[in-house]
């Protein structure tokens, strides 16, 4: 089949469903020379030549055949461009137990339908003198994909997995190489694959695997957790020519070694809140080769051969993310790619909690709740003071207690959240006691400027500052941390007012992006809870905690903006001609009742008692259900 896509950019939709002959199974790397023009078909076999289904404007021909039967052409037959698809589903039904043979060109994708019964075969012909190595690698959305050397595969010969590649170490005079490929699900699977070529001073990706089963091993395996993301990776080794034996991996550590190779981790961000197989086939090109990957991936570190070749970063779940490792050669200044994986950080299996529905109700509900009562503190804060007591009060005491209970308990997230909320109202409640009794504006702008504090601090850490290594200790992390959050109430300890009016605005305004976080996905609810994550999991520190920065992501940081500046401006013009903070409720109550108690002449003293005043209002509710009693004489008068 002619390939009319351009080199390393071309898209086609192979649904193979013809029969191509099965060559003999041999051992790994196996590859066997064809002919080049394809023999003619006995009628006992199926065929299904993908140029039937070019819809070019000229005449096509549709063939098909079944067992038993001869092969009917018909020469006259036009197919419409949306008809192309349709043909190539009909024609891998009708393909029956026969396998498929997919053609491929180097460095050019080709989308392929695959399933479980009818294996494909992946030939490339025609293989230039001076490629010495081939990468072939497949890959599909969610579905696991067997790739293998022979057509029964092995353990040491195959691999499994959404993201999966083999490695072809080419014999002289070799042209042709020969792969297979199916899939583990029933339903048929949309994947895309390339083969990519490498030269002979190019390093080997995973040539000195000692961990994994293939001998040669160009994959990246990834784990994933709800925290964390896990991928790991074999050592490279040294290019070499086509019939020379591969350099030893532990023969020092010199220049002359593998040991000089240096491996350097890319990440790439796929469009959010954007599930799509299609979105995903055409993002995962730009992560395949080593200039699409230098050029549109984000380097996060450069891993030495001294160094383990594990890589953590922080999960996103529901974020499509691309990870892929490119082995440069200081010495030739050459370097090839390692095969890309991808993930969710998520199931799209489960019924609950899956990627398309990752925030649990409780979530929404507490998370609403609260950002309600942040964007009347937003606005409103300084002048109801006690309401803004009740709102620092809460998200402190229940940040905390959260942290406590999970810590020690394992109790279920429900459950968690709900006496978290329990906690946190009744630190509120405390906090506007404490005001009222001691009436202490010192302390109530200590908590205050400890939760802004907090909050600031955090978004330092959100930037790339927070990915340097020396961060990577937690005793310098925390440090660091603590000294910034606590230099937030130390620079406006003379200025106690402004310091309300900011914390209401920002903490109050950011209680709606984590709201908005619970129904649209934005990386803007990480400034949280990456500090969370850092606080709760003992190994969060080891991982990157870079996050994708997108349309979304503008939109709500725009809304933020919008909304602490507007805030915090209302407050400061409202607010300042009035006094700095209320008077001391407890000594006002106080003085109060003193004069009520002394004055004769305040109509307040001759209040009734607490008792009376109840028994009062129980009598009058009483009334409001007894008949109205009539009034007078109503015989007649006599005469």
């Not at 991936?297 to 974020?319: A, E, H, N």
């Not at 409780?362 to 309600?372: D, E, I, N, P, Y």
């Not at 009016?501 to 305004?509: E, P, W």
């Amino acid at each position: 089949m002619a390939d009319r896509s351009g080199a390393g950019q071309g898209v086609s939709l192979l649904p193979v469903g013809g029969a191509g002959r099965w060559p003999p199974s041999g051992g790994p790397g196996h590859a066997r020379p064809l002919p080049a023009r394809r023999r003619l078909h006995s009628p006992g076999q199926v065929r299904c030549d993908a140029s039937c289904f070019a819809a070019t404007g000229v005449r096509e021909q549709l063939c098909w055949g079944r067992r038993g039967t001869a092969t009917r052409r018909d020469s006259a037959m036009r197919f419409p461009p949306g008809a192309v698809l349709l043909l190539g589903l009909l024609g891998a039904l009708l393909g029956g137990g026969a396998s498929g043979l997919l053609e491929l060109s180097l460095g050019k994708f080709r989308n392929v339908l695959l399933n479980q019964t009818n294996p494909v075969e992946a030939v490339i012909r025609n293989i230039a003198s001076n490629v010495t190595v081939i990468i072939f690698q497949v890959h599909a959305q969610q579905s696991d994909v067997v790739i293998s050397f022979d057509k029964n595969p092995s353990t040491n010969s195959s691999g499994t997995g959404v993201d999966r590649g083999l490695i072809s170490i080419l014999r002289p005079q070799q042209t042709v190489c020969t792969w297979y490929l199916r899939s583990l699900d029933a339903n048929q699977v949309l994947s895309t694959a390339i083969s990519i070529p490498y030269m002979e001073k190019d390093p080997i990706p995973g040539g000195c695997n000692l961990e994994f089963d293939l001998e040669v091993d160009p994959n990246i395996y990834l784990d994933y957790t709800l925290v964390d993301v896990r991928i790991k990776f074999a050592p490279a080794n040294l290019g070499y020519m086509r019939g020379a034996n591969p350099p030893s991996c532990d023969s020092g550590t010199g220049q002359n070694s593998r040991w000089r190779l240096r491996y350097d981790v890319y990440q790439y961000f796929l469009p959010e809140n954007n599930l799509s197989e299609m979105v995903l086939m055409n993002h995962i090109r730009k992560m395949s080769e080593v200039q699409s990957i230098k050029a549109n991936g984000v380097k996060m570190l450069t891993v030495t051969s001294d160094d383990k070749t594990d890589v953590y970063f922080s999960s996103l779940p529901g974020q499509g993310v691309i990870y892929n490792v490119i082995v440069w050669d200081p010495l030739w200044n050459t370097s090839a790619a390692y095969i890309p994986v991808h993930t969710y950080a998520c199931s799209f299996a489960d019924l609950v909690d899956n990627c398309s529905s990752l925030s649990k109700l409780s979530t929404k509900m507490f998370f609403t709740a609260l950002a309600v009562l942040g964007l009347f503190t937003c606005f409103f804060g300084h002048r109801f003071w006690k309401t803004d007591l009740f709102f620092m009060g809460f998200i402190f005491t229940g940040f905390f207690f959260f942290v406590f209970i999970t810590r020690v308990t394992g109790l279920g997230y429900d459950v968690r959240l709900v006496l978290t909320a329990v906690a946190g109202i009744t630190g509120g409640i405390l906090l506007v006691a404490c005001w009222w009794r001691f009436g202490s504006v010192l302390l109530c702008m200590l908590i205050i400027g400890l939760v802004l504090g907090f909050l600031f601090s955090s978004m330092v850490f959100f930037t790339p500052l927070g990915d340097y290594r020396v961060f990577r200790d937690d005793v310098v992390f925390w440090v660091t941390f603590s000294s910034v959050a606590l230099m937030i109430p130390v620079l406006f300890v003379g200025c106690p007012r402004i310091l309300n009016i900011l914390a209401c605005g920002i903490v109050g305004s950011y209680s709606v992006v984590l709201a908005i976080a619970c129904y649209v996905y934005t990386s803007l609810a990480y400034i949280a809870l990456d500090l969370l994550r850092r606080i709760l999991n003992d190994y969060f520190s080891r991982a990157y905690t870079n996050v994708p920065f997108q349309t979304n992501d503008f939109i709500v940081l725009a809304v933020w903006i919008m909304l602490a500046l507007s805030g915090v401006t209302m407050q400061l013009r409202r607010e300042r001609s009035e006094v700095p903070f209320p008077p001391h409720p407890y000594l006002t109550w106080k003085r109060e009742r003193e004069r009520r108690s002394t004055n004769v002449l305040d109509p307040s003293h001759h209040i009734p008692p607490l008792r009376e005043r109840i028994h009062s209002k129980l009598l009058q509710i009483k009334e409001l259900f007894q008949k109205e009693q009539p009034a007078g004489e109503r015989t007649p008068l006599l005469l």
